[in-house]
């Protein structure tokens, strides 16, 4: 199974100020068909998760611009340009290029 | 508008069986493939079934192959997951989730205990 690691597993940050989440795997992401298919989850507590970003850096519906996704292979990074109170919860990476999809383990951020 | 919900949760024995049903509505549920993702309590999710669109095909997490099976009801908009010789590790909130896990349900709860 392809195995996600997140760094850092706990991320203070500022009201205002950038943040980032790194997201790794042990092995290429890159799918047969040229895609890459990495996606960015958030789960406020006591709700579901719900999709950022989808083949690594594509916004989903409704998602604010300063979300963005990046990244290749097997390094993959999420950015938010500048953090508001509603961003604090859990934010989990998934890839879904090799069977079984696997989860990295979530990175917790908290102001 | 995409909506997904869980039923079916709730509290069990080791060893018993238990059949979660998720109702979608909101799209052609028919053209879809579904996934069941578990989340233990405070911990993170854990993906554990898939079943394209037309039923024929579904696969699974070694954790739970062999006991899980995943279902759709493609004239009734519903699917399942039936489970057998449950565990206590298998206590979690289920979610029912579209194919690009773009859209969730709100979860239900299973608890496993003697």
């Known amino acids: 199974d392809v195995a996600m690691t997140q760094t850092p597993l706990s991320l203070p940050v500022t009201l205002g100020q950038p943040a980032s989440i790194s997201c790794r795997s042990n092995?290429?992401?890159?799918?047969?068909?040229?895609?890459?298919?990495v996606s960015w989850l958030h789960q406020r507590p006591g709700q579901p998760p719900r999709l950022l970003i989808h083949?690594?850096?594509a916004r989903f519906s409704g998602v604010p611009d300063r979300f963005s996704g990046s990244g290749a292979g097997t390094d993959f990074t999420l950015t938010i340009s500048g953090v508001e109170v509603e961003d604090v919860g859990t934010y989990y990476c998934?890839?879904?290029?090799?069977?079984?999809?696997?989860f990295g383990p979530g990175t917790r951020m908290e102001i | 508008q995409v909506q997904l919900v869980e039923s079916g949760g709730g509290v069990v024995r080791p060893g018993r069986s238990l059949r979660l049903s998720c109702t979608a509505s909101?799209?052609?549920?028919?053209?879809?493939?579904f996934h069941w993702v578990r989340q233990a309590p405070g911990k993170g999710l854990e993906w554990l079934a898939v079943?394209?669109?037309?039923?024929?095909?579904?696969d699974y997490a070694a954790s739970v192959r062999g006991r899980f099976t995943i279902s759709r009801d493609n004239s009734r908009n519903l699917l399942f997951l039936e489970m057998n010789s449950l565990k206590v590790e298998d206590t979690a909130v289920y979610f029912c989730?579209?194919?690009?896990?773009?859209?969730w349900g709100p979860g239900t709860l299973v608890s496993v205990s003697s």
């Open positions: 989730v579209h194919s690009a896990f773009d859209f």
């Open positions: 909101g799209f052609v549920f028919s053209n879809q493939g």
């Open positions: 079943i394209w669109r037309d039923g024929l095909k579904s």
């Open positions: 092995q290429s992401l890159v799918h047969l068909n040229g895609q890459t298919y």
């Open positions: 083949k690594t850096s």
């Open positions: 998934v890839q879904a290029t090799h069977f079984p999809w696997t």
